[in-house]
């Protein structure tokens, strides 16, 4: 984790400052350090794009994968660029369902396009 901390630290700060959820980057960093969650960076032809950071949920009496906190360089939408990736990730957890939470309001419209549905203020997605 430490030889990635510097790469995300700065999109935690911005993330965290843009969508707060209740979480600080020094809690982010102990969730990783402890396995609690899991960064995945996002490396396209050599360049650094972004990470996701995920974690395994219960949900509805099977396991989930929860979007926890995504932040990009702006040369795209990382969950839409990369769902097959993360439908994959589900499948490999043996999760049954995808899901994505969010204050941002134009998430809304994201997340219909991709296949999600609102189940209260989460967006969810059968995988």
């Known amino acids: ?65 929860l979007i926890w906190i995504m932040h990009g360089d702006g040369s795209g939408n990382l969950m839409v660029d990369n769902m097959d990736q993360i439908r994959d990730w589900a499948r490999n957890i043996g999760a049954k369902r995808i899901q994505m939470q969010s204050p941002r309001k134009g998430w809304e419209r994201v997340a219909k396009k991709l296949g999600f549905r609102v189940t209260q203020i989460v967006y969810e997605q059968d995988v």
């Open 1 to 65: 984790m430490g030889d990635y901390w510097q790469t995300i630290k700065g999109g935690l700060v911005e993330t965290a400052e843009k969508a707060p959820g209740g979480w600080t980057p020094q809690d982010v960093f102990m969730q990783l350090v402890r396995g609690e969650a899991t960064l995945h960076l996002v490396i396209v032809d050599k360049y650094y794009k972004g990470f996701l950071i995920s974690k395994t949920i219960g949900t509805n009496g099977s396991k989930g994968l």
